[in-house]
């Protein structure tokens, strides 16, 4: 039975395609919303997609490149033409392990297309939008590594960090708008990234840096996608019209029980 009600909804998710992203196409398609995957890897995309409307519901997928400003505003333009912005999921991020003299200008670079510009690409396509209705709400993905410090993580620290100040001034500026921004900070979560990273890295001991990986939260394992999706479920929901201008941990102790 759908927890809350997304009928007549359009919910935009970058980075819909895979992982945490996937958790979220499917948890809005079954709970009504029309959803809008903008991702960069088409392929998987359009499966998402397919697994979707196989069940029934709303999804189209957009090949995207949330790093390029003209070809957001062109996708997001063409969706609002059809149908109001209710959502905006800031899902899409990439990933670099190593501490500042392990990180090139390349490595920085490469992370803040990304995680700090395609973020801010998104909402700023969006945002006048937003206004015209008076109404929206924007989710965007942070991390435990926005509020505390994690080893061989400088420049992924650095764009999630970005991330969530960026919330918080969404979040000031436009609250008289009537329009909500909020963010999730996940700990680890079991994602296929997450297994590739270990078998290009640990190679004969997958089974050992699991465990010790999933140690690394105190309640003793990984989060799992659909955790994720579902807190954020609740977050973009009008069950939730009171909330903003917040961060959500859902990390499994991992900030208030280390150390």
């Known amino acids: 039975m759908a927890s809350f009600n997304y009928n007549n909804k359009t919910v935009l998710i970058t980075g819909g395609g895979s992982g945490i992203g996937e ?19 088409w392929e998987k995309a359009q499966q998402v997609v397919e697994e979707i409307t196989n069940l029934g519901h709303r999804a189209q997928a957009h090949l995207c490149d949330v790093s390029d400003q003209g070809q957001v505003k062109k996708i997001i333009d063409d969706i609002a033409a059809d149908h109001p912005l209710h959502v905006l999921i800031n899902n899409a991020g990439i990933a670099h392990v190593g501490n500042i003299e392990e990180t090139s200008e390349s490595d920085l670079d490469r992370l803040y297309q990304v995680n700090i510009k395609g973020v801010y690409n998104c909402m700023y396509a969006a945002m006048g939008k937003m206004k015209e209705q008076g109404y929206g709400v924007i989710l965007n993905m942070a991390s435990v590594a926005s509020s505390v410090g994690i080893a061989e993580r400088f420049a992924y620290s650095m764009t ?8 918080y001034s969404v979040a000031k500026d436009y609250v008289g708008y009537g329009i909500r921004c909020n963010s999730i900070s996940p700990a680890r979560v079991h994602t296929p990234f997450v297994d590739g990273f270990i078998s290009k890295n640990y190679p004969g001991k997958e089974q050992e840096m699991f465990e010790k ?34 961060d959500f941990p859902i990390d499994g102790g991992f900030i208030k029980l280390n150390g």
Do not use: W
């Open 23 to 41: 958790a979220l196409s499917k948890q809005f398609a079954i709970n009504g919303a029309n959803v809008h995957i903008l991702d960069f890897q």
């Open 213 to 246: 990986l999933s140690k690394t939260q105190p309640i003793g394992r990984m989060g799992k996608p659909e955790e994720v999706a579902n807190l954020a479920l609740y977050l973009c929901s009008d069950e939730a019209s009171f909330i903003t201008g917040t």
């Open 160 to 167: 999630k960090g970005a991330v969530l100040t960026m919330t």
